[in-house]
């Protein structure tokens, strides 16, 4: 199984991107598919998540302006951000919880992909 992140880049105050995270490999199915960030010299920290019934769960710092939402007939989850501030700026994660053939739901983290909110 593996989490391919894509969609970030760099963006002005102000702008927006859509991140994009699918999972492929032998999947039964997921349950909890999330994204974090990591800014320099700060700890990993949740951003976002959703659970297969659609449930959503945000940090305070992007309530209002990111969106989590997920397409479980391509294994994907995205997150729109709008209204990017500096403060964003950070290598974002996603994560899931994925059930293959044979074994219990394992976590799996993507390779990160750079989101840079400057001017």
């Known amino acids: 199984v593996q989490l391919q992140a894509s969609g970030g880049g760099l963006v002005q105050p102000g702008g927006s991107l859509r991140l994009s995270c699918a999972a492929s490999?032998?999947?039964?199915?997921?349950?909890?598919m999330g994204w974090y960030r990591q800014a320099p010299g700060k700890q990993r920290e949740l951003v976002a998540d959703?659970?297969?019934?659609?449930?959503?769960n945000y940090a305070e710092a992007v309530k209002g302006r990111f969106t989590i939402s997920r397409d479980d007939a391509k294994n994907t989850v995205y997150l729109q951000m709008n209204n990017l501030k500096p403060e964003d700026t950070a290598v974002y994660y996603c994560?899931?919880?994925?059930?293959?053939?044979?074994?219990?739901?394992?976590?799996?983290w993507g390779q990160g992909t750079q989101v840079t909110v400057s001017s």
């Open positions: 490999g032998n999947i039964l199915s997921i349950n909890d």
């Open positions: 994560n899931a919880d994925i059930v293959v053939p044979l074994t219990m739901a394992r976590n799996y």
């Open positions: 959703i659970n297969s019934g659609g449930s959503t």
